[in-house]
């Protein structure tokens, strides 16, 4: 089984937005619509909308420790959890 994880680096929207279609281009970053699994840390706007999309598209998302305003949401105390987790609910 192969597995793939990628990490946001955070940072100004523009920012982001340059650095996802640097990595596109590269194959290093795949959208949440390319996810078996989201696991989602806390943060602003960007995250908000790629939480957004993974639901929309039926993906499970996993929330450690944050977003306990969203009940589609999965929760993990820590990262180890949210990864156990993401993996079974993407089965």
Do not use: C, H
């Not at 939480?51 to 944050?66: E, S, W």
Request: glycine letters at 10%; proline letters at 4%.
């Amino acid at each position: 089984m192969r597995y793939q994880f990628n990490f946001s680096t955070g940072g100004e929207s523009g920012a982001n937005i340059e650095n996802a279609k640097r990595q596109s281009s590269l194959g290093a970053s795949k959208p949440p619509a390319s996810a078996d699994a989201v696991i989602a840390l806390d943060g602003e706007g960007g995250t908000l909308s790629e939480i957004g999309l993974a639901l929309k598209l039926g993906r499970p998302v996993v929330a450690i420790n944050a977003w306990r305003e969203i009940s589609q949401i999965r929760r993990a105390i820590d990262p180890a959890a949210a990864i156990e987790l993401a993996l079974q609910l993407a089965r």
